[in-house]
Structures are given as C-alpha cells and as structure tokens.
C-alpha cells in the first residue's frame, strides 16, 4: 500500500490518496499522518482517496484496529469532516463499521461519509465545519 497526505491551502483539506493492497501496518501509519497534519491545521476538513486501494485482504479485526487507532489520536482528529471517496461496495462497506466502531469507544466527534462520487466528496467537505451537534454515524451513498 501507498499513500500520500498533504494540505491543501485553497480548500483547506487534508487531501490522502492511498493505492495498491491494503495493509494494517501502512493503515495505521497513514492515520498518525492524519493526525499530526490535523494538528497543525486546526480547522481543515479531510478528503481521503480510496479509488485505487484494494481492500480484500481487509478484515474486520484490521478496522476494530484502525478505530482503536482513531479513538486514541481523537483530540487530534475531532470535530472534523471526513469524506472517503471509493470506487467499489466492498471499500464502500467498511465505511460504517469504522464509523461504528469509534463510536461505541467514545470517539463521537467525526462526521464521516462515503461517497461514490469523488465531486460531491470534495463539495461536502468544502462546505465548511461538520455540525457540533453531530454523534451519529452518516453514510451517505451519493453517485
């Protein structure tokens, strides 16, 4: 697996691109990267990429991994939007699980969405904060 993170100033996103297999190890890594940019921009949304990663190798034992990954960096992390953009259902399908699985931890300060859709990812993300009041998990499949 390979990824990138970097900061976009005009639209003030933390824009990741990730491709080939996934793997836990690199899955991790990408999120500390995650956090520590989120740390230094306060205020940006988060745009991540998943197109060309495949995720069959993927288990559920990887994503309750990636969530206690996510709870324990949620002070970095918090009061976000974050929008994955994924070509296939599978990829599609771990969105929710993730969302529910930080959730139940604690960690209720991220709105999460996936989309289909890689102009109505940036378009959501573009629009500003997530909702304070946001604690459920939002899905949204938009093509």
Known sequence: MKYECTYNHNMNTIEVSARGPADLKTSIEMTYRIAEICGQEKSANVLIDFLELDTSFITMGHIAALS?????????LKMRKCAYVVARNLEFGFVRPWKTMISTNGF??????????KGKAIEWVKAGAPNQECT????????
Not at 108 to 117: M, P, S
Not at 136 to 143: C, E, F, N, V
Request: aromatic share 4%; charged share 25%.
């Open 136 to 143: 459920s998990s939002a899905i949204a499949g938009q093509r």
């Open 68 to 76: 206690r990954t996510a709870v324990s960096l949620q002070d970095a």
């Open 108 to 117: 209720v300060d991220l709105e999460i969405r996936a989309f289909k859709n």
